[in-house]
T-cell receptor, first 115, second 111 residues
Framework: KNQVEQSPQSLIILEGKNCTLQ??????????LRWYKQDTGRGPVSLTI?????NTKSNGRYTATLDADTKQSSLHITASQLSDSASYIC??????????????FGTGTRLTIIP | KAGVTQTPRYLIKTRGQQVTLSCSPI?????VSWYQQTPGQGLQFLFE???????NKGNFPGRFSGRQFSNSRSEMNVSTLELGDSALYLC??????????FGSGTRLTVV
Protein backbone atom coordinates (compact mmCIF):
# COMPACT_ATOMS: atom_id res chain seq x y z
CA LYS A 1 0.00 0.00 0.00
CA ASN A 2 1.32 3.41 -1.00
CA GLN A 3 2.23 5.49 2.00
CA VAL A 4 1.00 8.64 0.27
CA GLU A 5 -2.48 8.58 -1.24
CA GLN A 6 -3.87 11.42 -3.31
CA SER A 7 -7.41 12.19 -4.33
CA PRO A 8 -9.06 12.69 -6.63
CA GLN A 9 -7.08 10.86 -9.27
CA SER A 10 -8.23 13.38 -11.85
CA LEU A 11 -10.25 16.57 -11.79
CA ILE A 12 -11.77 18.81 -14.44
CA ILE A 13 -12.92 22.33 -13.55
CA LEU A 14 -13.87 25.52 -15.34
CA GLU A 15 -11.39 28.33 -15.64
CA GLY A 16 -11.75 30.78 -12.78
CA LYS A 17 -13.10 28.23 -10.31
CA ASN A 18 -11.36 27.08 -7.14
CA CYS A 19 -10.40 23.51 -6.32
CA THR A 20 -8.85 21.48 -3.53
CA LEU A 21 -6.61 18.46 -3.89
CA GLN A 22 -6.10 16.00 -1.05
CA UNK A 23 -3.12 14.06 0.22
CA UNK A 24 -3.29 11.43 2.97
CA UNK A 25 -0.06 9.93 4.23
CA UNK A 26 1.13 7.33 6.68
CA UNK A 27 4.83 8.22 6.59
CA UNK A 28 5.83 9.00 10.17
CA UNK A 29 7.77 10.72 11.46
CA UNK A 30 8.42 13.06 8.63
CA UNK A 31 10.60 16.05 8.07
CA UNK A 32 8.51 17.97 5.59
CA LEU A 33 5.72 17.64 3.07
CA ARG A 34 5.93 19.15 -0.39
CA TRP A 35 3.57 19.81 -3.23
CA TYR A 36 4.91 19.75 -6.76
CA LYS A 37 3.35 20.75 -10.06
CA GLN A 38 4.32 18.70 -13.08
CA ASP A 39 3.48 19.70 -16.62
CA THR A 40 3.22 16.86 -19.11
CA GLY A 41 6.64 15.58 -20.12
CA ARG A 42 8.48 17.93 -17.75
CA GLY A 43 10.05 17.57 -14.34
CA PRO A 44 8.12 18.43 -11.16
CA VAL A 45 8.41 22.00 -9.90
CA SER A 46 8.13 22.76 -6.21
CA LEU A 47 5.07 24.75 -5.11
CA THR A 48 5.20 24.58 -1.33
CA ILE A 49 7.28 23.00 1.40
CA UNK A 50 5.88 22.61 4.92
CA UNK A 51 7.64 21.25 7.96
CA UNK A 52 5.69 19.04 10.35
CA UNK A 53 5.07 22.04 12.61
CA UNK A 54 3.54 24.28 9.94
CA ASN A 55 -0.20 24.41 9.24
CA THR A 56 -0.30 26.38 6.05
CA LYS A 57 1.94 27.74 3.32
CA SER A 58 0.99 29.90 0.37
CA ASN A 59 2.57 30.51 -2.99
CA GLY A 60 0.47 32.95 -4.99
CA ARG A 61 -2.83 31.28 -5.85
CA TYR A 62 -1.66 28.01 -4.28
CA THR A 63 -2.27 27.39 -0.58
CA ALA A 64 -1.21 24.17 1.12
CA THR A 65 -2.47 23.07 4.51
CA LEU A 66 -1.18 20.37 6.80
CA ASP A 67 -2.87 18.54 9.67
CA ALA A 68 -0.22 16.37 11.28
CA ASP A 69 -2.75 14.82 13.68
CA THR A 70 -4.91 13.38 10.92
CA LYS A 71 -1.95 13.02 8.53
CA GLN A 72 -3.69 14.99 5.83
CA SER A 73 -2.60 17.78 3.55
CA SER A 74 -4.51 19.72 0.95
CA LEU A 75 -3.59 22.02 -1.89
CA HIS A 76 -6.11 24.73 -2.66
CA ILE A 77 -5.97 26.55 -5.98
CA THR A 78 -7.94 29.76 -6.29
CA ALA A 79 -9.15 31.43 -9.48
CA SER A 80 -7.81 28.65 -11.66
CA GLN A 81 -6.11 29.43 -14.95
CA LEU A 82 -5.58 27.33 -18.05
CA SER A 83 -1.89 27.10 -17.15
CA ASP A 84 -2.81 25.28 -13.95
CA SER A 85 -3.58 22.19 -16.03
CA ALA A 86 -0.96 19.73 -14.81
CA SER A 87 -0.37 16.87 -12.40
CA TYR A 88 0.01 17.78 -8.75
CA ILE A 89 2.13 15.50 -6.65
CA CYS A 90 2.32 15.31 -2.88
CA UNK A 91 5.71 14.25 -1.55
CA UNK A 92 6.57 13.32 2.03
CA UNK A 93 10.18 13.45 3.21
CA UNK A 94 10.91 11.15 6.15
CA UNK A 95 13.13 12.24 9.00
CA UNK A 96 16.67 11.03 8.67
CA UNK A 97 20.17 12.32 8.55
CA UNK A 98 20.52 14.41 5.43
CA UNK A 99 21.47 12.30 2.52
CA UNK A 100 19.75 9.14 3.59
CA UNK A 101 16.22 10.40 3.07
CA UNK A 102 14.01 8.90 0.42
CA UNK A 103 11.16 10.87 -0.95
CA UNK A 104 7.78 9.16 -0.80
CA PHE A 105 5.63 10.23 -3.72
CA GLY A 106 1.89 10.22 -4.11
CA THR A 107 0.52 9.05 -7.44
CA GLY A 108 -0.67 12.55 -8.23
CA THR A 109 -3.87 14.31 -9.22
CA ARG A 110 -4.32 15.18 -12.87
CA LEU A 111 -6.00 18.61 -13.03
CA THR A 112 -7.54 19.90 -16.25
CA ILE A 113 -8.83 23.45 -16.54
CA ILE A 114 -11.31 24.05 -19.33
CA PRO A 115 -12.21 27.48 -20.71
CA LYS B 1 21.86 29.95 -11.21
CA ALA B 2 21.45 27.18 -13.76
CA GLY B 3 18.96 24.45 -12.99
CA VAL B 4 19.31 20.70 -13.23
CA THR B 5 20.22 19.67 -16.77
CA GLN B 6 19.36 16.28 -18.17
CA THR B 7 20.50 14.99 -21.52
CA PRO B 8 19.28 13.83 -23.88
CA ARG B 9 15.66 15.02 -23.68
CA TYR B 10 14.38 12.22 -25.88
CA LEU B 11 15.76 8.82 -26.76
CA ILE B 12 14.52 5.88 -28.77
CA LYS B 13 16.22 2.51 -28.32
CA THR B 14 15.46 -1.05 -29.33
CA ARG B 15 15.05 -3.97 -26.98
CA GLY B 16 18.31 -5.47 -25.81
CA GLN B 17 20.30 -2.29 -26.25
CA GLN B 18 21.77 -0.28 -23.43
CA VAL B 19 21.41 3.41 -22.70
CA THR B 20 23.22 6.05 -20.66
CA LEU B 21 21.46 9.14 -19.35
CA SER B 22 23.22 12.18 -17.94
CA CYS B 23 22.35 14.63 -15.18
CA SER B 24 24.19 17.82 -14.26
CA PRO B 25 23.07 19.08 -10.85
CA ILE B 26 22.77 22.64 -9.66
CA UNK B 27 26.18 24.05 -8.83
CA UNK B 28 27.04 23.24 -5.21
CA UNK B 29 24.56 20.38 -4.89
CA UNK B 30 26.30 17.15 -4.02
CA UNK B 31 23.27 14.86 -3.90
CA VAL B 32 21.71 13.50 -7.08
CA SER B 33 18.71 11.19 -7.11
CA TRP B 34 17.19 9.34 -10.04
CA TYR B 35 13.52 8.44 -10.55
CA GLN B 36 11.51 6.53 -13.10
CA GLN B 37 8.06 7.82 -13.93
CA THR B 38 5.47 5.79 -15.79
CA PRO B 39 1.73 6.45 -16.14
CA GLY B 40 0.83 3.37 -14.15
CA GLN B 41 3.41 3.53 -11.36
CA GLY B 42 4.00 7.21 -10.84
CA LEU B 43 7.43 8.28 -9.60
CA GLN B 44 9.63 5.42 -8.44
CA PHE B 45 12.96 5.98 -6.69
CA LEU B 46 15.94 4.41 -8.46
CA PHE B 47 19.00 5.49 -6.49
CA GLU B 48 20.74 8.41 -4.84
CA UNK B 49 24.36 9.47 -5.01
CA UNK B 50 26.27 11.76 -2.70
CA UNK B 51 29.94 12.60 -3.12
CA UNK B 52 30.42 9.82 -5.68
CA UNK B 53 28.90 7.18 -3.38
CA UNK B 54 25.56 5.45 -3.81
CA UNK B 55 23.71 6.01 -0.55
CA ASN B 56 20.27 4.64 -1.32
CA LYS B 57 18.85 2.25 -3.85
CA GLY B 58 15.28 1.52 -4.84
CA ASN B 59 13.75 -1.79 -5.85
CA PHE B 60 14.95 -2.04 -9.42
CA PRO B 61 16.84 -4.89 -11.09
CA GLY B 62 20.59 -4.81 -11.49
CA ARG B 63 20.18 -3.73 -15.11
CA PHE B 64 19.76 -0.24 -13.69
CA SER B 65 22.99 1.28 -12.46
CA GLY B 66 24.47 4.68 -11.92
CA ARG B 67 27.50 6.61 -10.92
CA GLN B 68 28.51 10.06 -9.85
CA PHE B 69 31.62 11.94 -10.81
CA SER B 70 33.80 14.22 -8.73
CA ASN B 71 32.04 17.28 -10.17
CA SER B 72 28.71 15.81 -8.93
CA ARG B 73 27.47 15.08 -12.43
CA SER B 74 25.72 11.75 -12.54
CA GLU B 75 24.91 9.14 -15.13
CA MET B 76 22.52 6.25 -15.06
CA ASN B 77 22.78 3.23 -17.28
CA VAL B 78 20.17 0.70 -18.26
CA SER B 79 21.41 -2.47 -19.92
CA THR B 80 19.46 -5.04 -21.92
CA LEU B 81 16.52 -2.70 -22.40
CA GLU B 82 12.99 -4.05 -22.13
CA LEU B 83 9.77 -2.54 -23.45
CA GLY B 84 8.71 -1.86 -19.87
CA ASP B 85 11.69 0.44 -19.39
CA SER B 86 9.95 3.07 -21.51
CA ALA B 87 9.43 5.96 -19.13
CA LEU B 88 10.35 9.49 -18.18
CA TYR B 89 13.59 9.38 -16.20
CA LEU B 90 14.02 12.27 -13.83
CA CYS B 91 16.95 13.34 -11.77
CA UNK B 92 16.87 15.72 -8.85
CA UNK B 93 19.69 17.47 -7.09
CA UNK B 94 19.67 18.79 -3.56
CA UNK B 95 21.87 20.26 -0.90
CA UNK B 96 21.58 20.29 2.86
CA UNK B 97 20.04 23.75 2.76
CA UNK B 98 17.89 23.61 -0.34
CA UNK B 99 15.07 21.37 -1.36
CA UNK B 100 15.02 19.03 -4.27
CA UNK B 101 15.11 20.51 -7.76
CA PHE B 102 14.15 18.27 -10.63
CA GLY B 103 15.44 18.31 -14.16
CA SER B 104 13.09 18.22 -17.15
CA GLY B 105 13.73 14.52 -17.61
CA THR B 106 14.75 12.18 -20.39
CA ARG B 107 11.89 10.50 -22.25
CA LEU B 108 13.09 6.99 -23.12
CA THR B 109 11.10 4.92 -25.58
CA VAL B 110 12.04 1.28 -26.10
CA VAL B 111 10.75 -0.31 -29.29
Amino acid sequence: KNQVEQSPQSLIILEGKNCTLQCNYTVSPFSNLRWYKQDTGRGPVSLTIMTFSENTKSNGRYTATLDADTKQSSLHITASQLSDSASYICVVVPISNFGNEKLTFGTGTRLTIIP
Amino acid sequence: KAGVTQTPRYLIKTRGQQVTLSCSPISGHRSVSWYQQTPGQGLQFLFEYFSETQRNKGNFPGRFSGRQFSNSRSEMNVSTLELGDSALYLCASSSEFEGYTFGSGTRLTVV
